[in-house]
Nanobody, 127 residues
Framework: VQLVESGGGLVHPGGSLRLSCTASGFPYEFEDYSIGWFRRAPGKEREFVAGIRRNGVGTLYADSVKGRFTISRDDAKDLVYLQMNSLKPEDTADYLC???????????????????WGQGTQVSVSS
């Protein structure tokens, strides 16, 4: 199983980016898995950003990104997106997607609730 993130880059404050997470090799239909986005800033702990529940029923966001970021999925393409608008310097981090391969009904926000991780894509917000 594999997750590959893409779409990171350097953007000015107030700008936008759309991150993608491509999944491959999972034994069940992609729609059966809840997906999370996390980020890891230099010198900080990895933190939850957003999640989308299996079968597309329900999303969850960290307070720090609510109203600015949107998570969505295209199950036909095994893709999950993170649309990031109104970016701030404090959004600078490595962004990682993660899958709950146990297909649990919950939509988790804690790291231990996800067991397959991508390598991350770097997002830098700076003027």
């Amino acid at each position: 199983v594999q997750l590959v993130e893409s779409g990171g880059g350097l953007v000015h404050p107030g700008g936008s980016l759309r991150l993608s997470c491509t999944a491959s090799g999972f034994p069940y239909e992609f729609e059966d898995y809840s997906i999370g986005w996390f980020r890891r800033a230099p010198g900080k702990e990895r933190e939850f950003v957003a999640g989308i529940r299996r079968n597309g029923v329900g999303t969850l966001y960290a307070d720090s990104v609510k109203g600015r970021f949107t998570i969505s999925r295209d199950d036909a393409k095994d893709l999950v997106y993170l649309q990031m608008n109104s970016l701030k310097p404090e959004d600078t981090a490595d962004y990682l997607c993660a899958v709950d391969s146990q297909r649990s009904d919950r939509l988790g926000w804690r790291m231990w609730e996800y067991d397959v991780w991508g390598q991350g894509t770097q997002v830098s917000v700076s003027s």
